[in-house]
Each structure stands twice: as C-alpha cells, then as structure tokens.
C-alpha cells in the first residue's frame, strides 16, 4: 500500500527473489524530450481553438484559447472528487497526467491537444493512442516531482494513483491548489472499498464534464458497453474457467481478491478468479492455496518494474510444487496488462480479449 493508505504498492513488487538467478531490473523507459514551454503554450491554445464545440469565428485581438472557451457550453462545472470540493469556469487547456490510465482516458475522449504532460508509464500505450501519446512530453519515468510539473505550467493535473499526489513528496492537492493548478484523483483511489466497471463508465463521464466533452464521454461509454454485451453474450451459459491471477511474489502470491475490477472482468468473462474470496483489491494468498484450488488458466498481470510476462511464466513454471496445477500442467496462460484493470477506458476492452483467451470456442 501507499502511504497514504491507497491500494497499490508505491514501487512494483518483483516476482522474483534480488538473489535468484533470473531477477533483473526493469528496463529503462523510452523518455520523450519536452518541447520549450512557451511553445508548447502557443501550441496548446491554437489547437484548443480547434477542438471546442463552438468557437465561432476570431475576433482580432482576442486570443484563440480564451474566445474557444468563452465558448465552452455548460460551465462552471463543479466536481467533488474524493473530498475535494472544485468549480471549473472553464475547460483546462494544459493537463498534466500522471500514470498512464488517465493519459489514456484523456486520449480516448480526443483531449491529447490539451496535455502538456504525461508521467508514469505502466506498460505499452494502446496501440490506438500510440502516435497521439509519444507526442505528449514525458515529465518524469515515475512520479514527477511538484517543481517538474510547474515547470509544464498545467492548470489541471490528473492522478492515477494516490502517490500522484503524495505529500510527503511535496505533491499535495492542496500544493497544488496553492499554486493555482485544479487537480483530480482517479476515483478508485478515494476510498471506496470496492472497484467495478461501472465506476470506469462514471470516470469517464467525469471527466468529459470537465472538460467540456460531454458528448463525447457518452458516445466512448456507450462504445465500451456495447463491446462488454458482445462480449458477455458471446461466452453467455459457458462453465466458468477458473483463474489464478498472478501478480507478482515469490514466497507468496501476490494476486486480486474479490473487490477489484480484475475479478469483475474475469467473471464477465466466462472465468471465476479462484480467489474471489479475498476480501480486498489486492492481497497475500499461499502457494499451497493455489495448489489447492487447481485453477485451469494463470493471468499474468504485465507491468513495468514487475520483472517481464516471460521471466513470471518462468518462475511458475519451474516450481515444483505447481507441476500438477492444471494452468501450470497445461501452459495456459494469459497476459493482462495491470493497466487494464484500472479505473479507466481499458476494463472493457479487456473483458472481450480473456473472454476470448477463456472460450476461443465461442469466438471462431
């Protein structure tokens, strides 16, 4: 856990022992060189011009970013967002992101003009947002520091997870506040004691309020929904498959308990996640538990800092006391990337990828 008490672990926790002979760092990230500020604030603004529904023509004298906005419908737009009370007059027009699901959110409601810095990496962007994304500064591997992201000059900065605004790193929301910059926490991080898809669709909804896209929110919603039901339909009376979720750890299994998405998005599915028993997001189980309780396919969390899908595969596969669990004896294996199973625009894409990992069967 953070140590402002959210869910997921501050640093990835490596599947393998420092000692054991397969442990290797994470490679390093790719970083995108961030263009002067003053340009990327010129850039930003005529290209905000462009996307506000709106704008009407430009008056001589009146720059584009403000005659765009002035044309915002809707607004003040106020938000509570995990305690935090904020009154929008207006669109942001410079976003910060840090961690990569709201990156993507914000790309997939076609606000990468509007983004003047991504952080975080967890994984491979989607291949969809690849282009968009790898033109966005990168501010930082992991979380930017407060001085980083002034830098940027945001007036917006949107959190994926708790330690996005850490404050014994400096990264208050109240720091923020101060220095004039509205922030947003991803929700699955306020607090709440269970995570589902629905809270995906809400998310998205949210921050389509807030930045003026409302319509758009609701199409990309009624676009994911629609996947899920194609989805559900098609793997709809199937026997459930059963499914160990393997995070990371080598003493003990890291994995997804019963509150989180990703035991929402098995059972969607057509899988049951054989601990769905675990009364939390995310926990400890045993080896002798995963033996017990046979599970017929292993998903793979992929994320960066966890050590490769490829050394996780490895390590299961050579411990002798798994050689009879039937995932184990049988190589079956899917990939979820950690990304996907956060509040964000991939949940929904994922239920339809293991369904078909799941019940081939029912999608030939």
């Known amino acids: 856990m953070y140590d402002d008490g959210t869910r997921r672990p501050a640093m990835p926790i490596s599947p393998l022992s420092p000692h054991s002979p397969g442990a290797r760092p994470a490679p390093a990230l790719k970083r995108r060189s961030a263009p002067r500020r003053r ?20 008056e001589s004298g009146v720059a584009p970013d403000a005659d765009a906005r002035a044309q915002a419908e809707g607004f003040p737009v106020t938000i509570e967002n995990c305690g935090t009370r904020t009154t929008y007059q207006e669109p942001p027009s410079r976003a910060v992101t840090i961690h990569q699901h709201p990156a993507e959110l914000m790309l997939a409601l076609g606000l990468q003009d509007r983004m003047v810095g991504t952080a975080f990496p967890d994984s491979a962007v989607l291949p969809q947002y690849a282009d968009a ?12 520091s407060f001085e980083t992201v002034l830098e940027a000059e945001p007036d917006f900065v949107y959190g994926g997870y708790g330690s996005a605004f850490d404050e014994k790193e400096g990264r208050s929301r109240r720091a923020f506040s101060d220095a004039g910059i509205d922030t947003y926490l991803n929700r699955e ?3 709440e004691d269970e995570v589902h898809i629905a809270d995906a669709y809400d998310e998205i909804r949210t921050v389509g309020s807030i930045f003026g896209v409302d319509e758009r929110a609701e199409k990309l919603v009624a676009e994911l929904k629609a996947r899920v039901d194609e989805a559900t339909s098609a793997v709809d009376g199937v026997d459930p ?27 969607l599915a057509g899988g049951r996640n054989v601990f769905d028993d675990l009364d939390e997001v ?31 595969k490895e390590f299961l596969l050579a411990q002798p006391a798994l050689a009879d669990v039937p995932a184990v004896r049988d ?8 990304t996907a199973t956060l509040v964000g625009v991939r949940p ?7 369904a078909q990992a799941l019940h081939p069967e029912r999608f030939a």
């Open 39 to 58: 340009t990327a604030w010129a850039l930003a603004a005529a290209l905000t011009t462009g996307l506000l529904a709106g704008c009407g023509t430009q």
């Open 133 to 144: 994304f790898g033109a966005i500064p990168e501010l930082a591997e992991r979380e930017p």
């Open 189 to 191: 991080y306020c607090g």
């Open 241 to 267: 498959v059963s499914v160990f979720v393997y995070d990371s750890g080598d003493k003990a299994p890291f994995t997804a308990g019963g509150k989180g998405l990703g035991t929402e998005i098995i059972r």
């Open 282 to 312: 995310f926990g400890d189980a045993s080896w002798e538990q995963v033996v017990a309780r046979k599970p017929e396919v292993i998903a793979i969390y992929d994320y960066a800092g966890s050590g490769s899908v490829e050394e996780k």
């Open 331 to 338: 190589r079956r294996f899917v990939v979820l990337p950690l």
């Open 348 to 354: 929904p894409l994922a239920v339809e990828e293991i």
